[in-house]
């Protein structure tokens, strides 16, 4: 069986419109959140990471659209339009495109739109990437909650395998919307501060904006000096709650199991965790438990979100990006706003950035209906 | 090596309809989802009184799943579902209840339902799956993208059988097929019998 790596890659976010300015914003500990009073999002002030408008402009010009596309259509296209220049490879009836996104251009049922209802329909979306691209294939478009970015790996991965595609070209974006922030204000879950994962202040979730990118593919040819081994994943139900994660962590646990297990490793060959960590009160208790079960306690993690908040469906591919950068600088991240540890289970969060070799990560999320989805990655060394 | 794999079973729910494996188990000349619905229960489920709290794309997949699963003895089974609207039904209603600010009342029990995905949750807790998940959007049904993903999921033992199919709910209209696929069963898991069978 032949190798799939994870290679080029983008990502757009309030730090700027590639991987770099992103890597270089967490070195730093340079968090991309700060307090927005936007009445038209929220009633009341919030706390976000969003992409600069004027400049979002200004790249999606240069790509001399033909037609107008919507805010997250835009970012989308600049950050796959980049991914694709860099691997610069043909498109063929073997490049597979997937679309990960929860809720697509769901701002166009606001009665201020100016696009017409039908834009809503994820399909709609796709159909406008494939086509100002010029993709052959019909865009294959994973919605399934906050793991759909680290799922999208998976899946690209398992349709590779089975021959479908020999690459695969991924975005992932989702917007900061009304309609979005409304509802996690609705669950109380909102946090005007910037969050901080696992501590024992914790107040709560950032809901933040990006869209990323990557090239999946089976071509060690067409690999990079920071890209990595798919080796092993799982993505199971926590058959318990729809909204609330389970007590267990018995679906995490079961995901991180099936992926270590296919990776042909132990517990202990993991250097680093690249957790979820929203820094709600029962996300980050329930990853505690599932990790203390998985014997994985001892090895350093961190949660991003102190950096970009949660970014729906992009965060499983954005922080798999910057595992991959992580991995390739040989640098523990520091989990930013992270002071005392506040779930009930041990968790080695890394709280200074530090140099460390590091060869191999596992990369987790978890979201609503039950879902989690864990991949474990490796230094591709080529 | 390549094993085959079979469908064991298949369900529709659509016109009133519900049928197993062709064969009709419920009928009504209801139109109306929630009352074509909540005569479904009544006949084929009983005793999940949850369904009643369920959005229109849950509850369609929930009976379509039920009538599949209701005898199934396997515990792993991956569920790969797929529609076009994504949970567009219920993202209106709840747009609707946010959309100025004398009327602005988000209900978290709305915004919950605001995901495709969370039809499968809902199987899941009900058949106590601890399974493979994962839900694609695509413009039509597309056999192909469904039948790939429940190969790799079974040849790699990730599953030893997968619920597959079509679960779809948009303004008014809805549609739903699914099938289980196992290494026994009475069709060949091919595209052209699961296209056949839709």
Same mark, same amino acid.
């Given at each position: ?6 290679s080029?890659n ?40 969003r ?50 996104? &929860?809720k ?90 910037p ?6 202040t ?52 079961r ?22 960590? &929203? ?27 102190g ?49 460390k ?26 | ?18 049928s ?14 929630k ?48 529609n ?19 009327q ?48 790799e ?14 679960v ?12 289980v ?8 898991h ?9």
């Amino acid at each position: 069986m032949s190798k799939i790596y994870l290679s080029h890659n983008n990502i757009v976010s309030s730090f700027g419109f590639n991987s770099i300015s992103a890597i270089e914003g967490i070195r730093n500990q340079v968090s991309g959140l700060s307090l927005y009073e936007d009445k038209k999002i929220l009633g009341t002030p919030f706390c976000s990471s969003r992409i600069h408008q004027e400049k979002l402009q200004e790249h999606y010009s240069a790509l001399s659209p033909n037609e107008e596309h919507t805010r997250l259509e835009q970012m989308m296209l600049v950050s796959l339009s980049d991914c694709l220049k860099k691997a610069n490879i043909k498109l063929t009836e073997k490049t597979g495109l997937i679309i990960s996104t &929860t809720k697509g251009n769901i701002d166009v049922l606001e009665n201020e739109s100016k696009y017409p209802e039908s834009r809503a329909y994820l399909p709609v979306l796709g159909e406008k990437i494939r086509q100002f691209l010029g993709f052959g294939n019909k865009p294959i478009i994973i919605s399934n909650a906050c793991v759909s970015g680290i799922l999208a790996i998976a899946a690209a991965k398992r349709f590779i395998k089975q021959g479908l595609y020999d690459d695969v070209f991924i975005v992932a974006g989702d917007l900061v919307t009304p309609f979005i922030l409304s509802g996690f204000n609705a669950f109380q879950a909102l946090s005007t501060e910037p969050c901080r994962p696992y501590c024992k202040t914790r107040t709560g979730i950032n809901i933040g904006e990006v869209a990323s990118s990557v090239l999946v593919t089976n071509d060690p040819s067409k690999t990079t000096d920071e890209s990595v081994i798919v080796l092993g994943e799982g993505s199971c139900n926590d058959a318990n709650h729809i909204s609330g994660p389970s007590r267990t962590g018995e679906g995490l646990l079961r995901s991180v199991e099936a992926a270590i297990k296919q990776s042909e490793l132990q517990s202990g060959d993991i250097d680093y965790i690249s957790a979820h960590g &929203t820094a709600t009160m029962y996300n980050d208790e329930m990853e505690s438990i599932a990790f203390e079960r998985a014997n994985l306690s001892n090895t350093p993690l961190n949660s991003l979100k102190g950096y970009f908040g949660h970014t729906l469906g992009a965060s499983g591919l954005l922080e798999t990006i910057i595992g991959m950068h992580s991995l390739h600088q040989n640098t523990l991240f520091a989990s930013l706003g992270f002071q005392e540890l506040g779930v009930s289970r041990p968790l080695n969060i890394i709280k200074e950035t530090t140099s460390k070799n590091i060869n191999t990560f596992l990369k987790t999320a978890s979201g609503f209906g039950g879902s989690n989805t864990a991949v474990v990655f490796q230094k591709a060394q080529v | 090596m390549k094993n085959d794999f079979y469908i064991q079973s298949y369900s529709h729910v659509k016109n009133g309809e519900v049928s197993v494996n062709g064969k009709t188990v419920f009928k009504t000349s209801e139109t109306d989802f929630k009352l074509v619905m909540k005569a479904a229960y009544k006949k084929l489920i009983i005793d999940h009184p949850k369904f009643f709290k369920m959005d229109n794309l849950s509850k369609l997949g929930f009976l379509a799943a039920h009538v599949l699963l209701e005898n199934e003895k396997e515990k792993n089974i991956a569920l790969i579902l797929s529609n076009k609207a994504s949970s567009l039904d219920t993202d209106r209603t709840y747009q609707e209840s946010i959309k100025n600010v004398e009327q602005y009342y988000p209900s978290p029990a709305v915004f919950v339902y605001t995901l495709p995905n969370i039809c499968m949750g809902e199987i899941s807790i009900k058949h106590k799956l601890y399974s493979e998940n994962c839900f694609f959007v695509t413009d039509e049904f597309t056999p192909k993208t469904l039948s790939t993903y429940a190969n790799e999921l079974l040849e790699s033992n990730k599953a030893r059988k997968a619920l597959c199919g079509w679960v779809d709910v948009d303004n008014g209209k809805y549609n739903a097929f699914l099938y289980v696929v196992a290494k026994k069963g009475t069709f060949v898991h091919s595209e052209a019998e699961i296209n056949r069978l839709y």
